[in-house]
């Protein structure tokens, strides 16, 4: 099958220039220049399928970097499966997802990566890859990170939240980053300080503070801020590169901005929902509506400025790439769990539908360029994660992983309109997007284009990865 995408503009994070895309089986085969000719041959002429892209951006198919599909969290599960959970992905313009295998203590890290691997098979609609969760970190498990390169994983994530389920103290985290630093493996934090939480918690809870809005006084900044400082001067002692994920405070990014600026391999991600959400906003809302809002790191107050130096790190580089942290759970007998208590609300928020529209958004605004668009959210997670020229670019060679944009369009998100996530509300609800994702292509197959959804569970391919492609 040979498709020639026609008329539009290619961007990748480098620049963008008018030319047709040529599409041969799974790959890109060649980026002409307009009007497609080679060597005087009408390309248009020899392909099975046109698609005119004219006055839309032709852009390598999104990579979302953290999502939990079907995770085991807060005494439910996510509510999308990887089957639901990579449709709605697709619906969006994402390609490849990076979820997250977990190992608990007294587990074996190779039974949770098979687990996942079990979970994921045959399901997927897009492709899809894994980082490892070392939940319990010990002999064991040390011992287990040895194979985990030639399993094609090349990431782990530690917690410093979570006490008695994730949890890593200081010990742990020192030997899981001294053994990552000898692999090569790139360490990954959930940065906030989690025994600390706890206290707050309880003391807030015993004072008759039960609404989600104390899920944010709790998991205050100063626990963010702290956490991510010892985790640089932990990996910087051992030489681990460290990847943070979630960050929501500007401290943190102040933190990780100081850091770089030493040269320490240090990398902060964002997610839209601490660039557009706030404590007061929607935390705060009334009733129980802030439940919809509960996730960790938790949304930050606007007044205090730091969903404005979110959208500033991105431009800055101290902040390279936005991921969705893909956590969905529904009201109804999941969200509900945390009525009268909101330290019992499951954490997480669904947004892996919605990342490119709401990234775009930030070009309509001015926050960052096209090209930064699409690097923060392809470009640099397909680096950082050992997938790039696999994904995350429009080139000869590169699967044809491909999403032609319409900035003209429009697109209303919000349940009834555009939501494919398993879940019975949207933390996206009402947001208008000057912008449209028009066509999707999986390695050349067609996802989703005029006609609605083509994708079929199972399409997707694990993608085993290299190590990390990215410095300071
Ligand atoms: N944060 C969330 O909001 N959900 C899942 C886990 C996490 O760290
Ligand atoms: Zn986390
Ligand atoms: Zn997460």
């Not at 098979?114 to 002999?139: L, M, R, T």
């Not at 949207?426 to 067609?446: C, K, M, P, T």
């Not at 996802?447 to 959804?453: I, R, T």
Request: charged share 20%; hydrophobic share 40%.
């Amino acid at each position: 099958m040979k498709t020639l995408i026609r008329g539009g503009t290619v961007v990748n994070a480098t620049g963008r220039t008018p030319a047709d895309v040529l599409v041969d089986g799974e790959t890109i085969a060649a980026v002409l220049a307009p009007g497609s000719t080679l060597l005087g041959f009408d390309v248009a002429a020899h392909v099975d399928r046109v698609v005119d892209a004219t006055g839309k951006y032709v852009v390598p198919g999104g990579v979302d970097a953290h999502t939990h599909m079907e995770l085991p969290f807060g005494g439910t599960n996510a509510s999308d499966t990887f089957e639901t959970g990579t449709r709605a992905a697709a619906w969006g313009g994402t390609t490849t997802i990076v979820d997250f295998a977990v190992q608990r203590a007294g587990e074996r890290v190779q039974d949770g990566l098979a687990a996942w691997h079990e979970k994921a098979a045959g399901n997927c609609a897009v492709d899809y890859s894994f980082h490892q969760i070392i939940g319990g970190v010990d002999a064991d498990s040390l011992a287990a990170m040895d194979s985990l390169v030639e399993e094609g994983i090349t990431s782990f994530k530690l917690f410093m939240a979570y006490p008695g389920v994730f949890y890593s103290d200081d010990a742990q985290i020192l030997r899981a980053m001294q053994k990552a630093a000898d692999l090569g493996l790139l360490t990954m934090m959930h940065a906030e300080n989690g025994p600390a939480i706890d206290v707050l918690v309880s003391q807030l809870l015993a004072q008759g503070k039960t609404d989600p809005y104390y899920h944010g006084v709790a998991r205050a900044w100063q626990m963010e801020e702290e956490a991510t400082h010892r985790a640089i001067m932990l990996a910087h002692l051992t030489g681990s590169p460290l990847y943070v994920v979630h960050v929501s405070a500007k401290q943190a990014v102040e933190q990780l901005a100081a850091a770089r600026d030493r040269g320490q391999n240090v990398f902060g991600e964002t997610c839209p929902q601490y660039l557009y959400l706030s404590l007061e906003e929607h935390l705060g809302a009334p009733g129980f509506d802030g439940a919809k809002y509960v996730c960790s790191t938790p949304l930050r107050s606007r007044a205090e400025g730091h969903q404005d130096h979110m959208w500033q790190g991105l431009r800055t580089n101290d902040l390279q790439m936005v991921s969705t942290d893909h956590c969905p759970f529904c009201m109804k007998g999941q969200k509900e769990l945390g009525l009268g208590d909101f330290s019992k609300i499951p954490n997480g928020i669904g947004s892996v539908e919605h990342r490119m529209d709401l990234m775009y958004q930030g070009v309509v605004t001015g926050e960052i360029t096209l090209e930064r668009w699409v690097e923060v959210t392809s470009t640099t997670p397909a680096r950082m994660f050992g997938m790039y020229g696999r994904k995350g670019v429009i080139a000869p060679g590169a699967d044809a992983d491909v999403v032609v944009y319409d900035p003209a369009g429009h697109t209303s998100i919000g349940l009834g309109k555009t939501h494919h996530m398993n879940m019975d509300h949207s933390a996206w609800e009402g947001f208008e997007i000057d912008g449209h994702v028009d066509l999707v292509l999986s390695r050349g197959r067609v996802l989703v284009d005029d006609d609605g959804y083509h994708g079929t569970p199972g399409h997707g391919r694990f993608v085993k990865r290299d190590l990390t492609q990215y410095l300071v």
